[in-house]
């Protein structure tokens, strides 16, 4: 008889806590600002010393304020360890690593909408998809 109590109690709480939340705002799509890919992402090592580079395409939407950010995240042996940020579109950044460990950096344009195409309740900071280069 507990068993089933403690059954009813449990699906009445989950009930209660899966309506407790916005569902539109989960539900909603119609953001229609977006950022392309860096491209050629590319590397070059001298010892402990990686220099990653990349270009910043052409088709930048005029809804972003100019110079763009790049983000750079670096997962070392698959453990996320710090995030780079690289201002006024500079196409390179070193980073030192441990040369006996494997990374993956992940590389993403950042871009701030202009006030006159930020959208109410949406944010005004953008990112591209990100662009992976593994080392090992």
């Known amino acids: 008889m507990r068993k089933i109590e403690k059954l009813i109690i449990i699906a009445l709480t989950l009930i209660l806590f899966t309506g407790c939340y916005d569902r539109?705002?989960?539900?909603?799509?119609?953001f229609n600002h977006s950022l392309p890919k860096?491209?050629?992402?590319?590397y070059t090592q001298e010892g402990n010393v990686i220099t990653l580079s990349w270009?910043?395409?052409?088709?930048?939407?005029?809804d972003f304020n100019r110079p763009l950010e790049v983000s750079i995240q670096v997962v070392e042996n698959d453990i996320y360890r710090q995030k780079i940020s690289v201002?006024?579109?500079?196409?390179?950044?070193?980073v030192t690593i441990d040369p006996n460990k494997q990374y993956r950096?992940?590389?993403?344009l950042l871009g701030f909408l202009t006030p006159?195409?930020?959208e109410e309740g949406f944010t005004d900071r953008v990112f591209s998809e990100?662009?992976?280069?593994?080392?090992k």
Do not use: H, Y
Not at 24 to 30: E, H, L, P, Q, Y
Not at 105 to 108: D, G
Not at 130 to 135: K, Q, R, S, T, Y
């Open 24 to 30: 539109d705002i989960v539900d909603r799509k119609d």
């Open 38 to 42: 860096v491209e050629n992402l590319s």
């Open 55 to 62: 270009e910043i395409p052409d088709n930048i939407p005029g």
């Open 87 to 94: 201002f006024n579109e500079n196409k390179s950044q070193t």
């Open 105 to 108: 950096f992940i590389v993403k």
């Open 116 to 118: 006159e195409a930020e």
């Open 130 to 135: 990100g662009v992976i280069i593994e080392i």
